[in-house]
């Protein structure tokens, strides 16, 4: 049973009452808190022949070693998948396409290998294109018996309403922040407390952060845009091979902390740039500030692979530059 300490309670909660599980499950909540993890946990449980008091997986019977091995014949894992291209390069895909899920037919209409239940897990959910998820519909709504389906959100309101109300949902929480640190620094993670933050308590996407070169290029940014001295058109060139969606995140990240500051007094995702992010709060027009954001916002949400770096990092830099030049106007 691979799930985190802090969803134990809630999957041995559901695990115990097999039996009154619905045949379709919506678990959502925080991106980075092992939801994943605690729906492959409760489809194991479902699917395990000799499971302990608690309703739990045994890890130990042949079901279990299937399902650990990726073979069990009764379990389904629907995610979005990779595509051939040209020169036989794989292009990954965000999408669960219809295709997918007419795969699933035979599986869901024949019965199960081993005279038990079938568990079809969907992630991430809202992954599921229009198409997917209309043909998703008529599984959801009269599946045969002993067939369950765990979909997993990272962001439910992206979901059609026809597949939420089809659905009985399940919202899991995170973990508090001293928990999650010990979690993290069980885990060999430096600093957990600052790559928590960096996440907005999300564990798993910390323990994602431990590579240097996330580290390093985000104090070089950091240290750029917080001097008074800022040159666009030099930090853009110096960042030019950075990860286009890690500049935006870092910047989303401090114009939030700029809002923060100036409003509350306190600092959110950027603990070791306090003292820079109180001092700059202080000459920056808040009204700019919240516009750059929401934009940062935006762009997270659309950016994969921008025709040209360099000119889009130069423009958003050039952007920032601005508010702090009207800034700096405003209480000259």
Known sequence: MNVLPWHKIELERLAGGKGRLPHALLVYGRHGIGKLLFARALAQALLCENPVSSGVACDRCSACGWFNSGNHPDFRLIEPR????????????????????????????????????????????????????????????????????????????????????????????????????????????????????????????????????????????????????FDPLMV????????????????????????????????????DYAAQLTALSARIEPLSVLRFHRETVRLQRVINHPLNPRLFLERLLFDYGSLLEAGAGRVS
């Not at 890690?246 to 007094?265: A, E, M, P, R, Y």
């Open 82 to 229: 990779s595509e051939d291209e040209e020169g036989g390069e794989k292009k990954e895909s965000v999408q669960i396409k219809i295709g997918q899920i007419r795969e699933l037919a035979d599986f869901i209409n024949l019965s199960s290998h081993r005279g038990g239940p079938k568990v079809i897990l969907i992630h991430p959910a809202e992954a599921l294109n229009i198409s997917a998820a209309t043909g998703l519909l008529k599984s959801l709504e009269e599946p045969p018996a002993g067939t369950h389906f765990l979909l997993v959100a990272h962001r439910i309101h992206y979901l059609p309403p026809t597949i939420k109300s089809r659905c009985r949902q399940l919202v899991l929480l995170g973990p508090e922040p001293e928990a999650a640190i010990q979690w993290l620094r069980d885990q060999g993670v430096p600093e957990p407390a600052l790559a928590l933050a960096q996440t907005g308590n999300s564990p798993l996407l910390a323990q994602q952060l431990a590579g240097q070169d996330y580290w390093q290029q985000r104090d070089f940014l950091l240290h750029r845009i917080a001097e008074r001295t």
């Open 236 to 271: 853009a060139e110096q960042i030019r091979d950075y990860p286009v969606q890690h500049v935006v995140n870092w910047l989303q990240k401090w114009t939030f902390d700029l809002i923060f500051q100036k409003s509350l007094g306190k600092v959110r995702y950027n603990p």
